[in-house]
């Protein structure tokens, strides 16, 4: 099942390890997404910290942890098609995490209510 953060990020939890990346909504936000820095490999965060940074032609932004952990797998391809977010957002992962606490992901929005949620913004 996949959780979204107030900070639009997704996340599927199996077992002790998260994929990570950008909700829809985010990149339509941003538009053509130009530029993904991405962590580094063993790099730690916690829940909702920064750790990456994006760039647009409208717009930069910070990427937070939606659950805290270490850095465990980069989408290196994003760094040469960056615009592979733009394709195909909920199916282009960012990260991979080991993560700290794994109930923290309960505390993340399902589906419904994050749609319920952007609906406001």
Do not use: C
């Not at 490999?41 to 647009?56: G, L, M, N, P």
């Not at 465990?72 to 990260?95: F, K, R």
């Amino acid at each position: 099942m996949k959780r979204y953060s107030l900070e639009h990020e997704w996340a599927i939890l199996e077992g002790d390890t998260a994929t990570i990346g950008l909700s829809k909504y985010a990149v339509e936000q941003l538009g053509d997404i130009t530029f993904v820095e991405l962590p580094q490999i063993t790099q730690r965060a916690a829940k909702d910290e920064s750790i990456a940074f994006i760039e647009s032609v409208k717009a930069a932004s910070d990427i937070y942890l939606p659950l805290g952990g270490e850095v465990i797998a980069v989408n290196e391809s994003l760094e040469s098609a960056p615009e592979l977010l733009n394709d195909d957002a909920e199916g282009t992962w960012v990260m991979k995490i080991t993560v700290d606490d794994a109930s923290e992901f309960e505390t993340l929005m399902d589906e419904a209510a994050y749609l319920s949620y952007i609906e406001t913004l």
